[in-house]
């Protein structure tokens, strides 16, 4: 992933802080209790990001500014400059259409203002599909991007029948984990880590404030020229077989994330790797088939099997674009069926966790959920990502899991998230029946996260952790 594209691609935002001085400086100074700080980013919701190409269906925009950790600014009235590509158009809740004006650089854009800290548009989608990018800024902060993919107007909808929403009866653990992919590279640069000023090994450190679980992803060739790793392989099978080692000896378990891709994959890009570019499709399924069983299989051979595998990494546009996009849901239900058959090819005991980056947006949940089980997509956990920037409240939040545990009654995590710690965690257990379980928090080793400092010492905000455990895990399962 290119840098600057993280503004719109959630889980690459916190290397990008780590990185960029300017910004590591604003965010290392946390508000006190009851306090906000000042305002470091445009918060832009959008409820459903995959609309029909009829002319007619719409969507709703929520903006709002937030601090550097999450937090909304109440009463905020700044001026909002709403800057769109793509066949469609932006107007008012009211369904008013919005000032035209041009800025400086001879670009149009569409004012609007916040009314006491937020502001509520509509999007309808135009008649030809395809993306739309939709842009909201506020003076120098930080902006809110998002993508909208339209797909035809011919959609066939589908919804499953009671038959197919079959309880999980795998045995899936409670879960507080942590994405820590990048410790490799990390420790290549010489980065150590302390804790109350004794130097540890990263995964222990976690381990003994809590963590039971570290989520690892992987690409297909992530060597290659235009790969997530040029030449080094990071997160390729060698890497990710040692970090598996690792994990075992640390009385940990691993939850896989299957990538598909030599580089990232997520909402906005499900790119082929470049050996199965030129596939056929019959091809291409057998290729994610086989390739998700060779790497199960060698974590197994070496003693250190994944306890959860993810078929795809945000993936309610698709995976294996363009002949996965949701735009071709048959396609796209296939594919997942080919790397859920891998999964089970190796171990069917494995359960297999579909990950959609839809922590607030129900809508677009429920839509995309429905067309893939009622096309005979059958797996064990719903994962979904949750940054507060791009997918809502915690009152959306709460919303959306109460929904998807009564409509589709199987367990949810929320599989990847930065902001807002404890309320992530007192939500996703608090589903009924035992549904939530659990949540892992992406790259908490970064300075970013506020539990390391920039030195790599634990901060204060680690022992949150240790009470989550005792809260959540301690002597359940």
């Given at each position: 992933?290119?840098?600057?594209?993280?503004?719109?691609?959630?889980?690459?935002?916190?290397?990008?802080?780590?990185?960029?001085?300017?910004?590591?400086?604003?965010?290392?100074?946390?508000?006190?209790?009851?306090?906000?700080?000042?305002?470091?980013?445009?918060?832009?919701?959008?409820?459903?990001?995959?609309?029909?190409?009829?002319?007619?269906?719409?969507?709703?925009?929520?903006?709002?500014?937030?601090?550097?950790?999450?937090?909304?600014?109440?009463?905020?009235?700044?001026?909002?400059?709403?800057?769109?590509?793509?066949?469609?158009?932006?107007?008012?809740?009211?369904?008013?259409?919005?000032?035209?004006?041009?800025?400086?650089?001879?670009?149009?854009?569409?004012?609007?203002?916040?009314?006491?800290?937020?502001?509520?548009?509509?999007?309808?989608?135009?008649?030809?599909?395809?993306?739309?990018?939709?842009e909201a800024r506020s003076g120098?902060?930080?902006?809110?991007?998002?993508?909208?993919?339209?797909?035809?107007?011919?959609?066939?909808?589908?919804?499953?029948k009671p038959m197919q929403l079959?309880?999980?009866?795998?045995?899936?653990?409670?879960?507080?984990?942590?994405?820590?992919?990048?410790?490799?590279?990390?420790?290549?640069?010489?980065?150590?880590?302390?804790?109350?000023?004794?130097?540890?090994?990263?995964?222990?450190?976690?381990?003994?404030?809590?963590?039971?679980?570290?989520?690892?992803?992987?690409?297909?060739?992530?060597?290659?020229?235009?790969?997530?790793?040029?030449?080094?392989?990071?997160?390729?099978?060698?890497?990710?077989?040692?970090?598996?080692?690792?994990?075992?000896?640390?009385?940990?378990?691993?939850?896989?994330?299957?990538?598909?891709?030599?580089?990232?994959?997520?909402?906005?890009?499900?790119?082929?790797?470049?050996?199965?570019?030129?596939?056929?499709?019959?091809?291409?399924?057998?290729?994610?088939?086989?390739?998700?069983?060779?790497?199960?299989?060698?974590?197994?051979?070496?003693?250190?099997?994944?306890?959860?595998?993810?078929?795809?990494?945000?993936?309610?546009?698709?995976?294996?674009?363009?002949?996965?996009?949701?735009?071709?849901?048959?396609?796209?239900?296939?594919?997942?069926?080919?790397?859920?058959?891998?999964?089970?090819?190796?171990?069917?005991?494995?359960?297999?966790?579909?990950?959609?980056?839809?922590?607030?947006?129900?809508?677009?949940?429920?839509?995309?959920?429905?067309?893939?089980?009622?096309?005979?997509?059958?797996?064990?956990?719903?994962?979904?990502?949750?940054?507060?920037?791009?997918?809502?409240?915690?009152?959306?939040?709460?919303?959306?899991?109460?929904?998807?545990?009564?409509?589709?009654?199987?367990?949810?995590?929320?599989?990847?998230?930065?902001?807002?710690?404890?309320?992530?965690?007192?939500?996703?257990?608090?589903?009924?029946?035992?549904?939530?379980?659990?949540?892992?928090?992406?790259?908490?080793?970064?300075?970013?996260?506020?539990?390391?400092?920039?030195?790599?010492?634990?901060?204060?905000?680690?022992?949150?952790?240790?009470?989550?455990?005792?809260?959540?895990?301690?002597?359940?399962?």
């Amino acid at each position: 992933m290119k840098l600057f594209k993280c503004i719109a691609i959630p889980c690459f935002t916190a290397l990008l802080l780590c990185h960029v001085p300017g910004l590591r400086a604003s965010i290392s100074c946390t508000p006190g209790p009851g306090e906000t700080g000042k305002p470091f980013s445009v918060m832009l919701t959008i409820y459903n990001t995959t609309l029909l190409a009829n002319g007619r269906e719409q969507t709703r925009l929520r903006i709002a500014l937030i601090d550097s950790i999450a937090r909304e600014i109440p009463g905020a009235n700044d001026s909002i400059r709403i800057y769109m590509t793509g066949d469609g158009k932006v107007m008012g809740f009211d369904r008013k259409t919005l000032v035209t004006r041009i800025d400086t650089a001879g670009k149009t854009y569409l004012a609007t203002r916040l009314l006491n800290g937020t502001c509520q548009l509509l999007f309808v989608a135009g008649s030809t599909p395809g993306k739309v990018k939709v842009e909201a800024r506020s003076g120098k902060l930080w902006p809110g991007l998002q993508e909208i993919h339209t797909v035809p107007a011919d959609f066939v909808m589908m919804k499953p029948k009671p038959m197919q929403l079959t309880a999980t009866t795998k045995n899936i653990d409670r879960m507080i984990g942590a994405d820590i992919s990048f410790l490799p590279q990390v420790e290549t640069r010489g980065n150590k880590f302390f804790d109350q000023g004794i130097q540890k090994d990263a995964i222990t450190l976690l381990r003994d404030h809590g963590f039971n679980y570290i989520r690892l992803r992987i690409f297909v060739n992530p060597e290659n020229k235009d790969g997530y790793a040029p030449g080094e392989g990071y997160c390729g099978l060698p890497y990710t077989l040692e970090m598996a080692r690792r994990i075992r000896e640390a009385g940990m378990k691993l939850l896989l994330d299957f990538h598909y891709s030599d580089y990232w994959a997520d909402p906005q890009q499900q790119n082929k790797p470049k050996a199965w570019a030129d596939l056929s499709f019959n091809a291409l399924t057998d290729s994610i088939k086989s390739y998700t069983t060779r790497v199960i299989r060698a974590l197994k051979m070496q003693g250190t099997p994944p306890a959860i595998v993810q078929v795809g990494n945000e993936i309610n546009h698709g995976i294996l674009w363009p002949d996965g996009h949701i735009s071709n849901p048959d396609q796209l239900a296939s594919l997942l069926k080919a790397g859920i058959a891998g999964v089970e090819a190796a171990d069917p005991s494995i359960p297999v966790m579909l990950h959609i980056a839809l922590g607030g947006q129900n809508d677009e949940a429920v839509f995309w959920l429905d067309n893939m089980i009622a096309r005979g997509v059958t797996f064990d956990i719903i994962g979904l990502s949750y940054y507060p920037r791009w997918h809502g409240t915690l009152e959306d939040l709460k919303y959306n899991l109460s929904d998807l545990c009564k409509r589709y009654n199987k367990p949810l995590d929320i599989v990847e998230y930065g902001d807002f710690k404890k309320e992530v965690h007192d939500i996703i257990f608090s589903l009924p029946d035992d549904k939530g379980k659990g949540a892992c928090i992406w790259e908490p080793l970064s300075p970013w996260s506020g539990l390391f400092d920039r030195k790599g010492a634990t901060t204060v905000l680690i022992s949150d952790y240790d009470l989550l455990n005792l809260k959540y895990l301690a002597g359940k399962k």
